[in-house]
């Protein structure tokens, strides 16, 4: 099956943690925001989508995952979808909703990242409230990071089946997607989490871990992989990082 990923062009987004888990299983699909229109594709297929009057199960908002002439949305359901057809996942019920408790986690996770740098509204820009990301940033570093970031250092250090990975003795995709999210936090917060990092030895050696299996690094080493810019989630203001 060939699948289809509907994201925003020119930033990694939540759009990434679906990339991830697709180049993780070499897995057929066509990164639909970042092709050009002349083949259909691009900003204009995105909405097309969003605003098909026919559309019956119709997406909030990308990303949005197309296979076949099924529609999933939001990351963790897509991942939840991906996981058993990508091998990402165990089989048993309980291994995979404690997966997708973990990468829930992470989503909240992630909408806290990116509430620092627009505490008050998205449509507003950064300069517009510059003065409360400023108190936001302080309590995000203080506390929310390490709260965490210690969370997934605990949870690899209690897997009975070893701390290499989050769940059981093999990768899945919320290994993939907390592998992103230091990333991100590493560009976008470079002096907190090298404060934080010395506490974090597992989370920080499960993240070099991931860069280096084959896949991801091939996909990290290409036209394919989107940069971190001041655009997306994770966006590095110094003044944010004292």
């Known amino acids: 099956m060939r699948y289809e990923l509907y994201y925003w062009p020119t930033i990694p987004g939540r759009g990434e ?20 229109s002349k083949e259909g594709l691009g900003v204009p297929a995105i909405n097309a989508w ?5 559309v019956l199960y119709l997406p909030f908002a990308p990303p949005f995952l197309k296979a076949g002439d099924q529609v999933v949305s939001h990351v963790a359901n897509i991942l939840q979808f991906l996981g058993p057809r990508l091998g990402l996942v165990a089989q048993d019920d309980a291994t995979r909703l404690w997966t997708l408790g973990l990468q ?43 709260r965490f970031l210690r969370y997934f250092e605990q949870v690899l250090k209690r897997n009975p089946q070893g701390s290499d990975y989050l769940v ?46 084959p896949n991801i690094a091939a996909y990290l080493a290409s036209s394919r992989r989107l940069p971190f810019n001041e655009n997306g989630i994770f966006r590095h203001y110094p003044e944010l990082d004292p």
């Open 17 to 36: 943690f679906v990339r991830l888990a697709l180049e993780e299983a070499g897995a057929d699909y066509v990164d639909v925001g970042n092709g050009s």
């Open 50 to 54: 969003l605003e098909d009057d026919d």
């Open 104 to 146: 829930l986690t992470l989503t909240d996770f992630v909408a806290e990242i990116h509430d620092v740098h627009h505490p008050i509204g998205s449509s507003l820009h950064y300069r517009e409230q510059r003065a409360e990301a400023h108190r936001r940033a302080a309590v995000f570093t203080g506390e929310r990071l390490t």
């Open 168 to 213: 059981g003795d093999g990768l899945s995709y919320v290994d993939l997607s907390l592998f992103h999210v230091v990333r991100g936090l590493e560009y976008a917060f470079p002096n907190a989490m090298q404060r934080i990092a010395p506490e974090l030895p597992k989370v920080m050696a499960l993240a070099d871990r991931v860069a280096e299996r």
